[in-house]
């Protein structure tokens, strides 16, 4: 019976003194899913038509969500700004795309799309993977 306590009771310290952050690792994986939709959804083919009002205020939900992120990460990071960067860099690539479908002013081809969707998932694959080495690595590098 105390090996079971001691068992959960070293457990659960291990959970508090990580410094994962599981709310970090949420913001890349809702940001990824909602960056790919927004994507998707004006993309030729799409349900979607593509309308300027629409366009704008997904971006300014994104921006908003994105803001959220890097706020929450920034009050979180380290000395070496890694989540604070990442996050940043995410955000930029959401600003891109939006500044270039509202500069087009149409849906994107499938072909780009594809493409780019491919970069953009593998940029936040590795977001989510330097926020799950965290788990490993030492604190404060």
């Known amino acids: 019976m105390i090996k079971y306590i001691l068992l959960i009771f070293l457990t ?11 709310t970090r690792h949420e913001n ?26 629409a366009v704008k205020s997904n971006c300014d939900n994104g921006d908003l969500r994105f803001r959220e992120a890097f706020i929450y990460a920034k009050s979180r990071d380290n000395a070496n700004k890694s989540g604070e960067r990442a996050v940043g860099n995410l955000w930029e690539q959401f600003l891109a795309d939006c500044e270039l479908s509202l500069k087009k002013g149409k849906l994107f081809s499938s072909g780009w799309s594809e493409q780019h969707l491919e970069e953009i998932i593998q940029n936040y694959t590795h977001a989510i993977s330097g926020e799950l080495y965290r788990v490993s690595s030492p604190k404060g590098k």
């Open 28 to 53: 890349f994986t809702k940001l990824q899913a909602f960056h790919t939709k927004f994507i998707d959804d004006y993309t030729k083919g799409s349900h979607k038509s593509w309308q300027m009002d």
């Open 12 to 22: 659960g310290c291990s959970l508090f003194v990580s410094h994962y952050d599981a």
